[in-house]
């Protein structure tokens, strides 16, 4: 373990979580964030009361990830997760036996998600491919709770979801991060890795993966998408 690496840990472990723990399990991390946050949230929530659009949905369970991150070959950088009328605890932690973001799935009552991502299949209608497509994609959010806008603020689970990033970085070395949104937030850790690795979405509003909003670089994205399914990888 080189000085650096034991700085890290030192410095997670100071902020409440030691990160190699967790694994990168999903619930793991929901109890994790649960606890970091506990104290902020409710502060947070204090100022912006419940009817808000930047109230924090502590009843919905945090969601910090969608998709397998250890399986991924693109990973999307977001603000935190959205919240509609009709959402609850199952349709925030929705899990499906075969998929990576079990919200692409036909299981899904969201109509979020299937519109963002249509552009990456070359047919939309074969359920084979959204499956492959929710496998080579994962979703993380800079704060994990949910609300109708952007809140704002960052938490102490901020801190654990940039780590997440950097660790992810490390060992998922042909991997490339996207940033939709947040570009301040997540470009402070992404300045560390090979820029060739790293895009960045041209109109942060929009967060429909489209060749009209990363220009030359949407044959980049689609070729890594290929490939991995070539190497199955």
């Known amino acids: 373990m080189n000085r650096s690496t034991r700085i890290n840990e ?11 723990k967790l694994g990168f399990g ?16 409710s502060k947070h929530n204090e100022k912006y009361p419940k009817g808000s659009k930047k109230y924090l949905h502590e009843d919905l369970t945090p969601c910090p ?10 990973y999307l950088l977001l603000t935190n997760p959205g919240v509609s009328e009709n959402s609850t605890q199952l349709t925030h932690n929705l899990s499906v036996k075969g998929w990576g973001i079990a ?18 299949l070359d047919d939309p ?28 603020i960052e938490l102490p689970s901020s801190n ?13 070395n042909n991997a490339i991060f996207i940033v939709m949104r947040r570009k301040k937030f997540w470009m402070h850790e992404l300045q560390k890795i090979d820029s060739s690795r790293v895009i960045v979405s041209r109109n ?11 220009g030359p670089v949407w044959k980049k994205i689609k070729q890594l998408l290929i490939n991995s399914e ?3 990888v």
């Open 26 to 41: 999903y619930s793991r991390y929901q109890k994790c964030i649960t606890f970091l946050d506990k104290a902020a949230l």
């Open 160 to 172: 654990l979801m940039i780590d997440t990033v950097s660790e992810l970085a490390k060992i998922r």
């Open 103 to 120: 919200n692409l799935s036909l299981k899904s009552k969201s109509t979020w998600y299937r519109p963002r991502f249509s552009r990456l």
């Open 204 to 214: 942060p509003r929009c967060t429909y993966i489209t060749e009209g909003n990363f």
């Open 125 to 152: 209608d074969d359920e084979s491919e959204w499956m492959r497509i929710s496998n080579k994609i994962a979703m993380i959010q800079a704060i994990p709770w949910a609300s109708k806008n952007d809140p704002g």
């Open 10 to 20: 030192s410095n997670q472990k100071s902020q409440g979580y030691d990160l190699s």
């Open 230 to 232: 070539l190497n199955h």
């Open 65 to 74: 990830f969608e998709g397998n991150l250890l399986k991924a070959k693109i």
